[in-house]
């Protein structure tokens, strides 16, 4: 699965190699990819238990933010993420129990916390909360409603 969301990323990322048909199946297939997202974001707090830093759950939900957030910085695909029901309000919360579980614990989601003296860890997780944060922009980007939620 986690290959599949890195092959995805690749497709959507290069914006001047997709067709217009392709681009209608990602938009399709980008309410079954942010269903996923709200199902299994939970999985990625998970990490912050040592034993559990190679969780494929967790590991999966960080590849469809990542995917999200690259669909997200497509117009053509943004109008539909943006009108999704509750990808916002997921994508927030989710935002804030990372928040609370890197005070609790070793932060594991930020660079800024993964630095232990000279060498730097490169643990999964980091970066999650700066992709949420990214996620979260381009949903509200030009859209009063998601604004005024947020």
């Not at 986690?2 to 690749?10: K, Q």
């Not at 998970?46 to 759950?57: F, H, I, S, Y």
């Not at 890197?102 to 594991?108: D, E, F, L, P």
């Amino acid at each position: 699965r986690v290959t599949l969301l890195e092959l995805m990323m690749v497709k959507v990322s290069d914006k001047n190699s997709v067709s217009s048909e392709e681009m209608n199946v990602f938009v399709r297939h980008a309410g079954f990819l942010a269903d996923c997202f709200q199902e299994k974001c939970g999985a990625v707090l998970k990490l912050t238990a040592a034993a559990a830093a190679e969780d494929e759950e967790a590991l999966v939900t960080i590849r469809l933010l990542d995917v999200l957030c690259e669909m997200t910085s497509n117009s053509s695909q943004l109008e539909h993420l943006q009108a999704f029901p509750g990808l916002l309000e997921t994508a927030v919360d989710t935002l804030r129990l990372t928040h609370l579980a890197g005070k609790q614990a070793v932060n594991i989601f930020t660079a800024t916390h993964a630095v232990t003296g000279q060498e730097e860890i490169s643990h999964p997780a980091v970066g999650f909360k700066s992709h949420l944060i990214r996620l979260i922009g381009n949903l509200c980007y030009k859209n009063k409603e998601n604004q005024d939620k947020v």
